[in-house]
């Protein structure tokens, strides 16, 4: 199960940070990832992280936004700066995960809303 926090309303220019904790019988966590659904659009990748902590970002958010994680923690973080209104969108938490028991999935969370708006 993966359950995101963090999202609200920000003022264009303006930070928000996500966070997306994976809790039940994990073994291991592969690749995790931000994908994102503006209004009236399709979902969309933002950033991916490694196990190993290499993150890779779509064009429209490098240098803006930072995802990171605490393998420890099983958490994921995205780090949102310079929030533009094209920012606004639901936010979704990805993992690829191995269980005790060697079936893997690849899970979502249920999302957090993000509206840039001032």
């Known amino acids: 199960q993966l359950v995101e926090s963090g999202g609200g309303l920000v003022q264009p220019g303006g930070s928000l940070t996500l966070s997306c904790v994976a809790s039940?019988?994990?073994?291991?966590?592969?690749?995790m990832a931000w994908y994102r659904q503006p209004p009236g659009k399709t979902r969309e990748l933002v950033a991916t992280?490694?196990?190993?902590?290499?993150?890779d970002y779509v064009a429209p958010v490098k240098d803006r936004f930072t995802i990171s994680r605490d393998n420890a923690k099983k958490t994921v973080f995205l780090q949102m700066n310079l929030l533009n209104p094209e920012d606004t969108a639901v936010y979704y938490c990805?993992?690829?995960?191995?269980?005790?028991?060697?079936?893997?999935?690849?899970?979502w969370g249920q999302g957090t809303r993000v509206t840039v708006s001032s």
């Open positions: 990805n993992a690829d995960i191995v269980s005790y028991t060697g079936r893997r999935t690849n899970d």
């Open positions: 992280i490694s196990s190993a902590g290499r993150a």
């Open positions: 039940g019988s994990i073994f291991m966590i592969n690749t």
